[in-house]
């Protein structure tokens, strides 16, 4: 059975960086495609960045891209998100996610979530 346990949200001032990371339990990355979707209070939940197994291919939404940049670490099992420049409109919770192969990361259909975790930007 798959996991995935994030962590590394919290509160920052607009401008500022975070690094969300998720542990994956379960899941090799070489048989996953790996993302990070977001859900803002009474919005619907978006994919903002994916990444292929192997790592060669990413997607990232309009929103993020060039802010934003998704990275695994296959020897600790982990997924991240960096994100810099953060605004208040990047205020979310975070959630990490799986989808088994055959997958695509545009639009990456999950299989497995994460908890989620809060991503708040003051400005």
């Known amino acids: 059975q798959v996991q995935l346990v994030e962590s590394g949200g919290g509160s920052v001032e607009a401008g500022g960086s975070l690094r969300l990371s998720c542990a994956a339990s379960?899941?090799?990355?070489?048989?996953?495609?790996m993302g990070w979707f977001r859900q803002a209070p009474g919005k619907e939940r978006e994919g903002i960045a994916a990444?292929?197994?192997?790592?060669?291919?990413?997607y990232y939404a309009d929103s993020v891209k060039g802010r934003f940049t998704i990275s695994q670490d296959n020897a600790k099992n982990t997924l991240y998100l960096q994100m810099n420049s953060l605004k208040p409109d990047d205020t979310a919770i975070y959630y990490c996610?799986?989808?088994?192969?055959?997958?695509?990361?545009?639009?990456?259909?999950?299989?497995?979530w994460g908890q989620g975790t809060q991503v708040t930007v003051s400005s």
């Open positions: 996610a799986a989808e088994s192969l055959p997958c695509s990361i545009a639009p990456l259909r999950p299989d497995y």
């Open positions: 990444i292929a197994p192997g790592g060669r291919y990413t």
């Open positions: 379960g899941a090799t990355f070489s048989n996953h495609c």
